[in-house]
């Protein structure tokens, strides 16, 4: 790694779209020994993608050191057919899960090659990415142990709610945050 500094770019689909094998590579060197690798496979990858810049809204912060991609986060939001919140195994109010197309930021995947991390890389395309959204919250699924148990408010004032969604197999328990700004 040369000491050049870490730069942020935004891009939308249209422009993305140019740069997708970048995108797969790098997922694909994050998840190179997750299981099960269907799921982590390059084509489903590939598929995602191609399904998620196709929504109103796509929107993607890459993190370049130098011409290196070295993570980026994307997202969109949540149309009013969405299924989003399907698969969840706690009830949620209806209020809680109508969507809009304006009212929830989904931000969907958060990559950071493993040598980058530990740098605030992560924390800044995730702040960055959502600084620019107009919609009143966002959410995100990870793995349950990244959030625990509980609904919680964490030191900048974001609620976490701690849902658990499955089964997917691999995949035990995930948590929502929620944002509201």
């Known amino acids: ?25 790098l997922q694909q060197e994050i998840y190179a020994d997750a299981e099960p690798r269907e799921f982590f496979s390059e084509d489903r990858y590939r598929r995602q993608l191609a399904s998620h810049m196709k929504a109103s809204g ?7 050191q130098g011409d290196e ?15 989003w919140w399907n698969g969840l195994l706690t009830t949620l109010p209806d209020h809680e899960i109508t969507e809009t197309g304006h009212r929830t930021f989904a931000l969907s995947e958060l ?11 992560g924390r800044a ?21 990244v959030c625990g148990d509980g609904v919680r408010d964490d030191h900048r ?19 929502r945050r929620v944002v509201r700004r």
Do not use: K, N
């Not at 796509?58 to 370049?64: E, P, Q």
């Not at 990559?111 to 890389?121: D, F, L, P």
């Not at 004032?157 to 948590?175: A, H, Q």
């Open 111 to 121: 990559m950071v090659r493993v040598a980058w991390r530990g740098r605030g890389i």
């Open 157 to 175: 004032g974001i609620r976490v709610d701690v849902t658990p969604r499955g089964p997917l197999g691999w995949v035990r328990w995930w948590c």
């Open 1 to 25: 790694m040369a000491d050049h500094p870490v730069t942020f770019l935004r891009f939308d689909a249209g422009t993305a779209s140019r740069f997708v094998g970048d995108l797969v590579a």
């Open 58 to 64: 796509w929107d993607l912060v890459a993190a370049y």
């Open 125 to 145: 395309l995730h702040d960055r990415l959502l600084s620019a959204r107009r919609e009143v919250r966002a959410t995100l699924l990870v793995e349950g142990h």
């Open 69 to 83: 991609l070295v993570g980026y986060a994307y997202g969109f939001p949540l149309q009013p057919d969405t299924g």
